[in-house]
């Protein structure tokens, strides 16, 4: 029994590989009873392809799933159940490819975490250096304060005197005695 003469076409979709390798073999060499038919082009005997190393039926990567998560193309043709080994595989490289996406997302969002953790950090030390400045800024402005503030020997003459000042119609200038210069004094006599 013969087996059938494949195009370039069906050969690849057999071999699972591309229209260019079976190309490529062809020229070089390595499928010598290839013929050339008007109609159908170049025609492979499949005992040429497994004579150089070709394996029918070859498992294709995950691009043999379709849009729907069927196969197509040489992973429907696949005899003795080994169409569910190319589903299967095909899954487990999607579910890988997934399972990255996930990891490489959790990273990123890590990432973004750590850096905007260490910018609050940043904004919190420089938070702090500001209040500890605007602390020292209120310390100095206190110890001014309290510079310009008279001494608590000076306050009892600034103090009303019971019946002068406005209550008793007379403030401590009034009534002050011009000393010999005719410089007014600013206390009271006793």
């Known amino acids: 029994m013969t087996r059938p003469m494949l195009n370039q076409r069906e050969a690849a979709a057999a071999c699972g590989v591309s229209r260019t ?22 025609l492979i005997p499949v005992e040429d392809l497994l004579a150089a190393g070709f394996r ?14 069927t196969t197509g ?11 569910d080994v190319v589903v299967l595989r095909a899954e487990l490289e999607r579910l890988r490819h997934e ?10 969002g890590r990432k973004l975490a750590e850096a905007e953790a260490g910018h609050l950090r940043a904004q919190l030390a420089l938070r702090v250096e500001q209040l500890a400045s605007q602390g020292e800024h209120i310390a100095d402005l206190q110890q001014t304060l309290r510079a310009l503030m008279p001494a608590p020997e000076r306050a009892a003459l600034h103090a009303p005197v019971p ?8 403030s401590l200038l009034e009534g002050a005695e011009v000393e010999g210069g005719g410089r007014r004094r600013w206390w009271p006599r006793p």
Request: glycine residues 22%.
């Open 73 to 83: 193309g040489a992973g429907e043709r696949l005899e003795n159940g080994q169409g």
């Open 99 to 108: 399972h990255a996406l996930v990891v490489a997302e959790a990273e990123h």
């Open 21 to 42: 390798t079976i190309r490529r073999r062809r020229e070089a060499g390595g499928l010598p009873n290839s013929v050339q038919d008007e109609v159908r082009g170049w």
């Open 56 to 69: 029918l039926h070859a498992p294709t990567g995950p691009d043999v799933l379709g849009a729907d998560g």
């Open 163 to 170: 019946g002068q000042g406005p209550d008793g119609g007379r």
